[in-house]
């Protein structure tokens, strides 16, 4: 078995993004060019065959393309993004899923951003959000159901995504901040949170037993660590400027 992750370029209009809970300040989309490279390479490190969808340089969150799709081992479903700005990018991402797994998609009136889905072991949690309304989260769970998957919605408030909030360290244990999400949303599962110095720490990438993590959270991270978890870093602050945190810019997927 062997990794894929999808990755999409840094869109020159970076700046024009969506932003719903962080202040816009100066984005330097070079420098947001740079950490995205550290963070491809850092997915290589840790077995991924990285694979760059065609950039889509009209969308300035095209970099973001967790959001646009939900890739599980049986299947994949084309989401239909909450923001109207960002609809048009999931069809170029279809394309480069067709050949990897049968598709299905979210239609009208749903809506639904990757960034929403928690997928741990046979459990989909899917975040409420202004992003995913309970529409596009049933059109999820009818579409999951028959290859043996519960989806289960979780209140979030004051964050972008439930995985603003929460993030899987394995297929038993969440990483989330208690401010944004309640913890019990998760059981079974066993809930750490995030230091309460590092709200936007609760998002991790992983690759299998291996976690890839944003270097803005040190405290965070050395919980991680004596919890035994093995974590790479990667800079990433540029790109969270967009609202953007190290899930967003990857779909993994097993091959
Ligand atoms: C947006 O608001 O859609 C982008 N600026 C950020 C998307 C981040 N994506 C994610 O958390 N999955």
Redesign the pocket.
């Known amino acids: 078995m062997s990794w894929m992750a999808f990755t999409r370029a840094v869109s020159p209009s970076l700046a024009a993004?969506?932003?719903?809970h962080v202040a816009r300040t100066p984005i330097q989309v070079d420098r947001a060019v740079a950490q995205h490279a550290r963070y491809e390479d850092a997915l290589r490190r840790l077995g991924c065959a990285v694979q760059r969808v065609a950039p889509a340089p009209e969308h300035p969150?095209a970099v973001?393309i967790?959001?646009t799709a939900v890739v599980l081992d049986e299947m994949a479903v084309i989401t239909r993004p909450g923001?109207e700005s960002?609809r048009g990018e999931t069809q170029a991402v279809a394309l480069a899923l067709e050949p990897h797994r049968e598709l299905r998609a979210i239609a009208a009136p749903g809506t639904l951003?990757?960034?929403d889905v928690l997928v741990a072991g046979r459990r989909i949690f899917v975040g409420r959000t202004a992003r995913s309304n309970d529409d596009g989260i049933a059109q999820l769970a009818a579409l999951t159901a028959p290859f043996g998957y519960e989806v289960i919605p979780v209140e979030v408030r004051g964050c972008?995504?439930l995985?603003?909030a929460a993030t899987a360290l394995d297929d038993g244990a969440v990483l989330h901040n208690p401010m944004w999400v309640e913890p019990a949303a998760f059981a079974p599962l066993t809930a750490h949170a995030v230091h309460p110095d590092e709200p936007m720490g609760a998002n991790v990438v992983r690759v299998g037993e291996r976690l890839l993590y944003a270097e803005a959270y040190p405290r965070t991270l050395a919980a991680m660590r004596a919890l035994g978890y093995d974590v790479v870093t990667v800079p990433a602050d540029e790109l969270a400027k967009?609202?953007?945190?190290v899930?967003?810019c990857s779909l993994i997927f097993r091959e």
């Not at 993004?17 to 719903?20: G, H, I, Q």
């Open positions: 993004c969506e932003l719903t969150d973001f967790e959001d923001a960002r951003d990757g960034g972008l995504h995985k603003t967009a609202e953007g945190a899930t967003c």
